[in-house]
């Protein structure tokens, strides 16, 4: 390029993670851009994120841009490098398999490895051993990974046989000219990328399973087959997450569920449908009250809606028009109904049949409401994602000035519920969706009075760009449980749309009619999702007062049961249980373990000729000559308290 031509060069400017601007050529790259900022880091450079999206190095820079550089030092190194991966088991199942009749889909990468779902492969469990070492000799291969830009009609030509991808290039073609492919050695793939760059970076790979998913997730569409993989920069780094992996299959709590007779989802009932067993209902029940308490000091009243109502509901509220997709509609005579999706619709209908002055409010209703959503069939999984489950449901109607104190006082009861099950948790502010109801004006006053409310409480908090509701902007709450795991629970959202949509007002202290605003919130998220965490949490070994079965008494022997039964009556406002089978202690001690009860009571001749008892704890502590009222006094104030583990004899 001549002196002259570098001076007319149109310029652009990118904004760098410290706020700084980088000023670089009109066609510069992410790579070109990491060059400028110095020779090291355009070396080093993997990918590039652009306004926070993932892109190839090769990738154009843009004016404006928010730009970040990937190196194999960044958190998103894992990505790219797990998106190689991938590639190299398509390339793999290609090279061990026929590759004329197996067709590709999609293989990207996930939170915990990659995945790559083909058509008309016929493989199972034994064949994944092979297919490791193959993929070890792609990567020891050490292949280039070139990334190609081609035309739609060229692209066309490559995939000519291969249905689903050929479906991707349509869509692709709508909007661009070129698309990108990604070839190493023999073999290739349309993809945007980004990836590593040569196969030989690509640490350690395992493959994992073998699934069934439907083409687009949709089940009108061919079943496929997905291969589950996971690869790290090294093997330290693989067995953690195996180790952790082996630890949540522990406590998974469709086993747990089913060993503890808590749940069961049944094929004659309907999936995503559960059914509650007495021990489970039992669970289930202790966390209502627990939170009706908390609703009840804090002044709600509970209201109930029906499960199902005319869609004029939801064409009002917006769910409609959001949710339709997700919603189970039917007809009746005339006319069309839907199981409700949501509780809010109802409440503010409730709200709508009153008239009301400022003095009222705020108005504060609850509902332990269930709820239907029409997943996937193939995303159900256990209690995790049903088609119904009940939300701890909350609604508030207040005036503007009352937004503060009331999103500071449910965020008490939020941390109130989470400080009392021991779970450490982390904030985040959901803004505006892309999907969305009401005016830039109303959701920008909605996020900036969530963030008024964080930043004056001091809260560390993250923001999350799109993640909040269709009508309003929310603060999540996300939970970690015993082995590190992240899960998504209580939430408050803040609604300046549906009291427009329903006509909500209440009079002034001027006399005038005026708009409330409408707060949704949920302490504990979805009781289905937070009895599954429990669960898992816990590995099914409750606090005292959740356990489905608290005590239970152990005779010696037959001569012993008629004691056993005696004391256990003096435990008759606990869960308490005799076992009065024929069988040694031993066995039922071991019994008692098994069923993760907190606590047995051990009585044999000894203990009914003195009036007491021996207690024994799920750690297998164990102690003799217990005052009967000693224990029993122990279990209220640990139960009453609320106290995460059994601590008879962890005070000793």
């Known amino acids: 390029m001549s002196e002259s031509d570098s001076q007319s060069q149109e310029r652009i400017t990118v904004v760098l993670p410290d706020g700084s601007e980088l000023e670089v050529d009109d066609d510069a790259t992410v790579e070109d851009c990491a060059y400028e900022i110095g020779p090291g880091l355009g070396s080093d450079t993997v990918a590039g994120k652009l306004d926070g999206d993932l892109v190839a190095k090769e990738e154009p820079a843009y004016d404006g841009a928010e730009l970040e550089i990937i190196t194999d030092g960044s958190e998103e190194y894992l990505e790219v490098m797990r998106h190689s991966a991938a590639h190299c088991l398509a390339q793999a199942v290609e090279r061990l398999y026929d590759e004329d009749a197996v067709k590709l889909a999609i293989g990207p990468p996930t939170d915990?490895?990659?995945?790559?779902?083909?058509?008309?492969?016929?493989?199972?469990?034994?064949?994944?051993?092979d297919l490791e070492a193959e993929i070890e000799s792609i990567i020891d291969e050490d292949y280039d990974i070139e990334r190609e830009v081609?035309?739609?009609?060229?692209?066309?030509?490559?995939?000519?046989?291969?249905?689903?991808?050929?479906?991707?290039?349509?869509?692709?073609?709508?909007?661009?000219?070129?698309v990108t492919f990604y070839k190493q050695g023999e073999w290739e793939d349309l993809c945007a990328g980004p990836h590593v760059d040569s196969t030989g970076e690509?640490?350690?790979?395992?493959?994992?399973e073998i699934a069934g998913a439907y083409w687009r997730g949709d089940e009108d569409n061919t079943m496929q087959t997905r291969i589950y993989g996971t690869a790290f920069e090294d093997e330290s780094d693989l067995e953690d997450f195996l180790e952790r992996k082996r630890e949540a299959e522990k406590r998974d709590h469709r086993r747990i569920g089913n060993e503890m007779d808590l749940f069961s989802i049944q094929d004659v009932t309907g999936p995503g449908l559960p059914l509650y067993h007495p021990a489970g209902k039992t669970v289930l029940s202790e966390l209502e009250g627990f939170v009706k308490d908390l609703n009840e000091d804090a002044g709600y009243d509970y209201v109930e809606t029906p499960h199902v109502f005319k869609t004029d509901l939801w064409h009002r509220s917006g769910h409609y028009e959001n949710y339709q997709d997700d919603m189970f509609i039917f007809d009746v005579g005339d006319d069309e109904f839907g199981l409700k999706p949501m509780n809010c619709p109802g409440h503010a209908a409730i709200f709508q049949d009153h008239s009301w002055s400022y003095r009222d409010l705020p108005i504060r209703y609850a509902e332990n409401g269930k709820v239907y959503r029409k997943e996937q069939r193939g995303e159900l999984s256990g209690l995790s994602r049903v088609w119904a489950f009940t939300i701890d449901d909350g609604h508030l109607f207040i005036r503007p000035d009352q937004i503060r104190q009331e999103v500071e006082e449910i965020m008490d009861m939020i941390t109130d519920v989470l400080e009392t099950f021991d779970l450490d948790y982390e904030m985040a502010l959901a803004t505006r969706p892309e999907k969305s109801v009401g005016s830039d004006e109303i959701?920008?006053?909605?996020?900036?009075?969530?963030?008024?409310?964080?930043?004056?409480?001091?809260?560390?908090?993250?923001?999350?760009?799109?993640?909040?509701?269709?009508?309003?902007?929310?603060?999540?709450?996300?939970?970690?449980?015993?082995?590190?795991?992240?899960?998504?629970?209580?939430?408050?959202?803040?609604?300046?749309?549906m009291p427009e949509r329903f006509d909500l007002n209440y009079v002034g202290e001027d006399n005038e009619e005026h708009r409330p605003v409408m707060i949704h919130r949920a302490l504990y998220g979805s009781y289905e999702r937070f009895f599954m965490m429990l669960i898992e949490h816990y590995e099914g070994r409750f606090p005292l007062w959740l356990a489905p079965e608290q005590v239970r008494v152990l005779p010696i022997s037959d001569d012993n049961l008629?004691?056993?039964?005696?004391?256990?009556?003096?435990?008759?406002?606990?869960?308490?249980?005799?076992?009065?089978?024929?069988?040694?202690?031993?066995?039922?001690?071991?019994?008692?373990?098994?069923?993760?009860?907190?606590?047995?009571?051990?009585?044999?001749?000894?203990?009914?000729?003195?009036?007491?008892?021996?207690?024994?704890?799920?750690?297998?502590?164990?102690?003799?000559?217990?005052?009967?009222?000693?224990?029993?006094?122990?279990?209220?104030?640990?139960?009453?308290?609320?106290?995460?583990?059994?601590?008879?004899?962890?005070?000793?």
Do not use: M
């Not at 908090?461 to 999540?476: C, L, M, Q, S, W």
């Not at 004391?567 to 019994?591: C, P, Q, W, Y």
């Open 150 to 178: 081609v035309s739609i009609d060229e692209a066309e030509e490559r995939l000519a046989g291969e249905p689903y991808k050929l479906e991707l290039l349509s869509e692709f073609a709508d909007e661009n000219d070129t």
């Open 112 to 129: 915990e490895g990659f995945y790559y779902d083909f058509d008309n492969l016929e493989i199972d469990e034994e064949d994944l051993a």
């Open 562 to 652: 008629g004691y056993a039964h005696r004391v256990a009556n003096e435990f008759d406002d606990f869960r308490v249980e005799v076992d009065g089978r024929d069988s040694t202690l031993e066995r039922k001690i071991r019994a008692a373990h098994d069923d993760r009860v907190p606590y047995q009571i051990i009585v044999g001749d000894n203990e009914e000729e003195d009036g007491n008892i021996s207690v024994r704890d799920r750690f297998e502590d164990q102690e003799y000559d217990v005052e009967i009222d000693e224990f029993r006094e122990h279990l209220e104030a640990e139960r009453d308290e609320q106290r995460t583990e059994p601590d008879f004899l962890q005070d000793e």
């Open 202 to 208: 690509i640490g350690v790979v395992e493959l994992l």
């Open 443 to 497: 959701w920008d006053r909605a996020e900036e009075q969530l963030e008024n409310v964080l930043e004056n409480r001091a809260h560390d908090y993250e923001v999350e760009e799109g993640d909040g509701a269709f009508y309003g902007p929310k603060i999540d709450f996300a939970f970690e449980d015993a082995i590190g795991r992240s899960w998504d629970g209580p939430t408050v959202q803040l609604d300046f749309n």
